[in-house]
T-cell receptor, first 111, second 115 residues
Framework: RKEVEQDPGPFNVPEGATVAFNCTYS??????FFWYRQDCRKEPKLLMS???SGNEDGRFTAQLNRASQYISLLIRDSKLSDSATYLC????????????FGSGTRLSIRP | EAGVVQSPRYKIIEKKQPVAFWCNPI?????LYWYLQNLGQGPELLIR????????DSQLPKDRFSAERLKGVDSTLKIQPAELGDSAVYLC?????????????FGPGTRLTVT
């Protein structure tokens, strides 16, 4: 089993729809969680951090479920510009902790 | 504010040749990362530096890969000799905090093709 797993997709949804995807992790000691966005042939860019209490930034909501060991990303009122690959990142809290990226979930928004 | 700078952006070499990539992190960022990313995969950490110290190089193939970060600022990643399987995008990232869960800022990457 991979340490961090994501559904590769693609998720193909119409503009204006709500879409959500998850990222599961195997190390229960993981403490830090992030969502990154990566456009085709570009570098990853931080989308948002995932806090224990959840995090909302405009149309984007990230949540952490420690009991089931997954984080989620919800996108409301999706835009064409949301089309990208979404990568989750999981790491521990100490300076020696491993930093692990998921393989990403591809999202395609259609007009 | 300038972002993470990487060069070259593209490199094509023949197998068994050496190659080097350079990275200049965001000013003031003490943590520097080198990643390898294959098509359709997430970035895989090769090495992480805290200032000039390599604190995690467990995933670096040390028989052919080497890295250095002299003076704790810019960094160089080298492959010698390159193999066909090394074709990938090599990403450099920097972070304002030490290890743990600080956000990372990525450079544009170096796309390496080994023929």
């Amino acid at each position: 089993r991979k340490e961090v797993e994501q559904d590769p997709g693609p998720f193909n949804v119409p503009e204006g729809a709500t879409v959500a995807f998850n990222c599961t992790y195997s190390n229960s000691a993981s403490q830090s969680f992030f969502w990154y966005r990566q456009d085709c042939r570009k570098e990853p860019k931080l989308l948002m951090s995932v806090y224990s209490s959840g995090n909302e930034d405009g149309r984007f909501t990230a949540q952490l479920n420690r009991a089931s060991q997954y984080i989620s990303l919800l996108i409301r009122d999706s835009k064409l510009s949301d089309s990208a690959t979404y990568l989750c990142v999981v790491s521990g809290y100490s300076s020696a902790s491993k930093i692990i990226f998921g393989s990403g979930t591809r999202l395609s928004i259609r007009p | 504010e300038a972002g993470v700078v990487q060069s070259p952006r593209y490199k094509i070499i023949e197998k068994k040749q050496p190659v080097a990539f350079w990275c200049n992190p965001i000013s003031g960022h003490n943590t520097l990362y080198w990643y390898l990313q294959n098509l359709g995969q997430g970035p895989e950490l090769l090495i992480r530096y805290e200032n000039e110290e390599a604190v995690d190089d467990s995933q670096l193939p040390k028989d052919r890969f080497s890295a250095e970060r002299l003076k704790g600022v810019d960094s160089t990643l080298k492959i010698q000799p390159a193999e066909l399987g090394d074709s990938a995008v090599y990403l450099c990232a920097s972070s304002p905090g030490q290890g743990r869960g600080y956000e990372q800022y990525f450079g544009p990457g170096t796309r390496l093709t080994v023929t």
